[in-house]
Each structure stands twice: as C-alpha cells, then as structure tokens.
C-alpha cells in the first residue's frame, strides 16, 4: 500500500459527459502528480500541484483540468470526454520518489 | 525535453534465472534521477529501484540492480533468481531536479516469467 488513495476504482460513462476523479496524497505529502496511461500514448505526465498551487503543466487537454484543495487533496475534471479519453489515471505524491495510487480506470462509450 | 526509450518490448526469463532490461534516456540536464517502476497485472505502479545520477555506485535492492552509464545514458535493470511474481510491465523514468519534479516514462517491457 503506498498511502496514495484514489476514488473511484472505475468510472463508466458516455461522450459528452464529465467526470471528477479524486486523490489524497500521502500524509505529509504536499505534492500531488497526475499522469494518464493509455494504450497509444503510454504513460503521460499531464498536471502538478504543490500546496493547492500549479507547479507544472504536461500534455493536458484543455477540456481538463484539476485543482489541490487545502486538506491536500486533488480532483482531476475531465468534460466534454470522448472516446479517446479512454484511459487509467494515476495520481502519484511526494517529490523526487513519487509513490502512486492505484488508478482509476475510465472508459468512455 | 527529456525522452526514456526501452528498446525490448517483451522478455522471457526462466524461472530462477537472470534477466537484464535495458533503457536508454536523454537529458541536458546534470542532476536527475532514474527509477524502475514495476506494473503487475492490478496495473498498481511499484517502485522498484532508484538511482540519483550523481552516485557513482549502482542502486541494489534485494534481487534487482541497476547498472548506471552516465556517459552512454544508459540505466538497464538486472533481476536475479527471477520468480513467477516478477511478470510485470517494467516502466524506466527520468525525473529531472527543478523541472517540475515530473517523471517521464519509457514505453514498457512486459517481462514473462516461465515455471
């Protein structure tokens, strides 16, 4: 277990929708990393937070976006979602030895 | 930009024997990091190793070790007396310092493990 929660495990929806995906970094972590694995893009990078504030932006659509609140934890919203979306979103905290959560699958029909 | 590429897509190692997965990187950057991340089939990331590239002596932990050249960028992951619990997809990355703290990743090699 690396202490990194995500909720929730598995989230079926259709084009069009939006979604919220939520972690909680480990205790004492104030860095939370988003990345996004799919079958043709691999492991992305898509969004840091540091203590509720962006750090560093990756290949993030702009139909994304995410935000760290004060207790730390963050939510990941993704709308306007289409087929492509597809795909397992990992959240992963601490800093230079990033620990992951589990996932969470999203499949978009 | 920094790129990680695994050249191997899929291994076969048997069981108790050794296997070497290799992974190349690049970066114009002088301080970065380099991790194994190991994915079962629970598609959870573990991390297996990591080496701080300003460490000459290559990273062991347990069964895994890492040989490290700096100058070739090159950072191959050894497993000894392999075990049927090793079957995974094994991702390299590369962290670089101050550059947001972000991992890139290299495209995976699945590693099967035969009984």
């Known amino acids: 277990d690396s202490g990194v929660t995500q909720t929730p495990k598995h989230l079926i929806t259709a084009t069009g929708q939006r979604v919220t995906l939520r972690c909680s970094p480990r205790s004492g972590d104030l860095s939370v990393y988003w990345y996004q694995q799919s079958l043709d893009q691999g492991l992305q990078f898509l969004i840091q937070?540091?203590?509720?504030?962006?750090?560093a932006k990756g290949n993030i659509l702009e139909r994304f976006s995410a935000q760290q609140f004060p207790d730390l934890h963050s939510e990941l919203n993704l709308s306007s979602l289409e087929l492509g979306d597809s795909a397992l979103y990992f959240c992963a905290s601490s800093g230079q030895v990033q620990f992951f959560g589990p996932g969470t699958r999203l499949t978009v029909l | 930009a920094q790129t990680v590429t695994q050249s191997q897509p899929e291994m076969s190692v048997q069981e108790a024997e050794t296997v070497t997965l290799s992974c190349t990187y690049d970066?114009?950057?002088?301080?970065?990091?380099l991790f194994w991340y190991k994915q079962p089939p629970s598609r959870q990331m573990i991390l297996v190793i990591r080496q701080e590239a300003y460490k000459q002596q290559n990273a062991t932990e347990n069964r895994f070790s890492v040989n490290f050249q700096k100058a070739a960028k090159s950072f191959s992951l050894k497993i000894s007396d392999s075990q049927l619990g090793d079957a995974a997809m094994y991702f390299c990355?590369?962290?670089?310092?101050?550059?947001?703290?972000?991992?890139?990743f290299g495209g995976g090699t699945r590693l099967m493990v035969k009984p």
């Open positions: 970066t114009s950057e002088s301080d970065y990091y």
């Open positions: 937070y540091y203590n509720g504030e962006e750090r």
């Open positions: 990355a590369l962290l670089v310092s101050g550059a947001g703290n972000m991992l890139t």
